[in-house]
């Protein structure tokens, strides 16, 4: 682990494992800026930003078991609160964050992190993804 990494490992959080498939996707200016917000959020803002995360899988998980449609009003809200918490570190576009969609729902990694609270999470924030970003972003 880099020390870099070590900064951004949180109880038990620890995403350096990653870090050549990002420097290869993206590239080190990108991982440097997360790194950096991450490490701006300070210990307890850290906390918070990955409780956000769990709130938002969750009432996402509980919208999947309940079959409710992608383009729901309560669905919708619920990829906007997603947006915020990904612009944290990141402002992705409407390509990129439909993008980043699929990939929730596309690699078994990122379903498995939504699919954990509930079957067909991932898949609903795919897709609520898809029509939120249709309708908010350039």
Known sequence: MTDESADRDIEGLDNSE?????????????????????????????QEHLAAHVRVAQALAAQA???????????QALVARHYAWVSVFWVPDREAYTALGAM?????????NY????????????????????????
């Not at 078991?65 to 669905?75: I, L, Q, R, T």
């Open 18 to 46: 990653y870090e050549p498939e990002v420097r290869t996707r993206w590239g080190d200016e990108a991982l440097g800026r997360s790194g950096a917000a991450w490490k701006a959020l300070g210990p307890e803002g850290q």
């Open 65 to 75: 078991a309940d079959y409710a449609e992608p383009g729901s009003d309560a669905v």
């Open 104 to 112: 929730y729902a596309d690699d078994h990694r990122f379903r498995a």
């Open 115 to 138: 699919d954990k609270f509930g079957d067909g999470t991932a898949e609903l924030l795919r897709d609520g993804i898809a029509i939120w970003a249709d309708a908010n972003l350039a």
